[in-house]
């Protein structure tokens, strides 16, 4: 079994910066996928930036250039760089974790918390 948990979510004023990371705990064999996706009130979740075993990232349009996602593989931790936030970023963030075939198997986390007002 693997353990996810996210940490760094905080209140924020318009413009400002956080950084989110996630924590993988267990059974991780090898380097996996790993995303982050967020939940605003009263919306669906969406994809917010993911980076694969080799280290390709992929962000949503709405964070490209303001957001940046990395991981220390040593250290089994994913993080997610928001820099320039708006209130419009206000959600619960959640960390995923997928462990590639022949595993197969996914992973969430609790989420966290990014309120960006003034």
């Known amino acids: 079994q693997v353990q996810v948990v996210e940490s760094g979510g905080d209140l924020v004023q318009p413009g400002g910066s956080l950084r989110l990371s996630c924590a993988a705990s267990g059974n991780i064999f090898s380097i996996p996928f790993m995303g982050w996706y967020r939940r605003a009130p009263g919306k669906q979740r969406e994809l917010v930036a993911t980076?694969?075993?080799?280290?390709?990232?992929n962000y949503s349009d709405s964070v490209k250039g303001r957001f940046t996602i990395s991981r220390d593989v040593t250290k089994h931790t994913a993080y997610l760089q928001m820099n320039n936030l708006k209130p419009e970023d206000t959600a619960v963030y959640y960390c995923n974790l997928y462990q590639y075939p022949p595993l197969n198997r996914d992973f969430w986390g609790q989420g966290t918390q990014v309120t960006v007002s003034s």
């Open positions: 980076i694969t075993k080799t280290n390709s990232t």
